[in-house]
């Protein structure tokens, strides 16, 4: 079946602008994932929904970076007034679920986002 | 939070010789331990993982072993082929701040090289 998918898969923007970036998981996944990713680095944990909503925001950098699941499937983070320091990869992950099992994060191809 | 060290940073071996990645996690709570593959440009592609509950795993050429007392856990390549060149990340699940969620935390990659 589909995996999870993300788009744009390349994003340029000024700094100072506006951008979201949209994931789809795979289908029946309740869990989502969102991380970021640097040049040399691991992913870096960001954002969990668990369904519509977010478990844990504890990696948001700060109140610029937001995300959304409002229908339980499809997320959108939105960064606002892009930084340059914000230009990395942004991976999404989703897993079956969020419990001790059947919790495996499988990965989409990501969004390079650069800010100029 | 969790930290997660690993090392080799870069692992460079002869085709048919095994490659061993060591992580080491400081959360005694984490209780699953996944392993990604990350080709140049591609996503994180999970290819072994390991619970707590277990000492070790294998899958073909590849096994895991988990030690729980000294919080360490590695990844074990026999038979290494060119096709294994890749970075490896191993992870550990970690309890949000809530004392749920499924958030990983991840070491900083392993660049395997393996030489004809």
């Known amino acids: 079946g589909a995996g999870v998918s993300q788009t744009p898969s390349n994003k340029v923007t000024e700094k100072g602008k506006y951008v979201e970036l949209r994931c789809d998981p795979i289908?029946?996944?309740?869990?989502l994932y969102w991380y970021r990713q640097s040049l040399g680095q691991g992913p870096e944990f960001l954002i969990y929904f668990q369904g519509t909503g977010a478990a844990d925001d504890s990696g948001l950098p700060n109140d610029r970076f937001f995300a959304v699941r409002p229908e339980g499937s499809v997320s959108t983070l939105k960064i606002q007034r892009t930084e340059r320091g914000d230009s990395a990869v942004y991976l999404c992950?989703?897993?079956?679920?969020?419990?001790?099992?059947?919790?495996?994060?499988?990965f989409g191809p990501g969004t390079r986002l650069t800010v100029l | 939070g969790e930290n997660v060290e690993q090392h080799p940073s870069t692992l460079s071996v002869q085709e048919g010789d095994s490659a061993v990645i060591k992580c080491t996690y400081s959360?005694?709570?984490?209780?699953?331990f996944p392993w990604y593959k990350q080709e140049l440009g591609k996503r994180p592609q999970l290819i072994i993982d390991?619970?707590?509950?277990?000492g070790e795993k294998k899958d073909q050429r590849i096994a895991v072993t988990l030690n729980k007392t000294a919080k360490h856990f590695s990844l074990h390549i026999t038979e290494t082929q060119p096709e294994d060149s890749a970075v490896y990340f191993c992870?550990?699940?970690?309890?949000?701040?809530?004392?749920?969620?499924?958030?990983?935390?991840f070491g900083t990659g392993t660049q395997l090289k393996v030489e004809l």
């Open positions: 390991i619970r707590s509950n277990v």
């Open positions: 959360d005694s709570a984490s209780n699953y």
């Open positions: 992870a550990a699940h970690s309890l949000g701040v809530t004392g749920g969620g499924n958030k990983l935390t």
């Open positions: 289908s029946g996944h309740t869990a």
């Open positions: 992950a989703s897993s079956l679920t969020a419990a001790s099992f059947n919790n495996e994060q499988f």
